[in-house]
């Protein structure tokens, strides 16, 4: 278990979502100036072959229901990185009545990046202690999210407006 | 100023005192028009070159009962801006859509029915454009009270605990679970 851990967290690809301001930061992590490859981190284009989501700032409802989707289609284990104020608490945002304030009410967030935004510097060391997280077996988002299934679901319901709310539809 | 003058001149031939005009600064004039004069003032200021609908904005006047919309107005060719300016009842709010002159009227019509719950007949696409599932009243009137909305939609954070202590993340234990 502790060598699949091990392996697990050094090969992530990354999905980046990319909302808000925040991603202006990523081709400087992700280009030679930063190089996140060092860390056998790749940009992935598409949900089903990532395991990292990174949420690059604020969501609007409308937003947050792509969001809700892409997510669920990821396989299994993934990990969720809120980057910049806005996903923790709305940031600037706080009192705008189209975006949602707390990103964990509704997909769990293994980790989370405060600033406005966060520079490169933060995002590369959010991905070495997720790494970490990982090889401890401490990012486990994904569990709760099966788990508390019910929980997220209503949340989401409810910014969604409707009475059950499903990501994936029949 | 020659440019400005010479339009708002012939505009007040055409259409009367009915037309209120005013240069405001260089380049941008402004018309006002009570609104059965609305549209065929937009057909003849595009039939004297202004083409370009730049934008169509909304002045909540909740004092006075009413919405002012403002349709920009640019001409390439004489570089002028004009603000043609109609108002209209806040409780009814009813105009009819300018599709048939500006063709892009329809989107800017689309989003001023979300924002504002203005209504625009002859419109046929006027389905939500940003606010997919609001259950509120339009957000951009006055009267709409965004941080209650907020507070009760989304919850806000109680800035004044120190989050950063919390020994696990706040949505566990709301399930029941361990
Ligand atoms: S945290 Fe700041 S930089 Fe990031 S999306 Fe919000 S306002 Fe923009």
Redesign the pocket.
Known sequence: MGLFRWSQSRSLWMMHFC????AVEMPPTMTSRYDMERFGIIPMATPRQADILLI???LTVKTLKRVVRSYEQMADPKYVIG?????ING???WDSYNTVKQLDLYIPVDLYIA????RPDSIIDAFVKLREMIAKGEANGWKRYRENLEWYRTNQAKVFNVEKWSAIEP | MNGEMEILEKVKKAFGEKAETAPKWERQSEIKVPLELLHPLLGYLRAQGFGHLAMISCVDWIEEGEFELVYHLWSYEKRLHLLVKTRIDRENPTVETIIPIFRIAETYERELHEMFGIDFPGNPNLTPLFLEDWDGSPPMRRDFDTRKYVEEKYGMIDLTKELWKREEPVLEGENGED
């Open positions: 909302t808000g301001c925040g690059t700032g604020y980057f910049g104020s806005c996903t940031g600037m945002y600033g406005c935004m966060p």
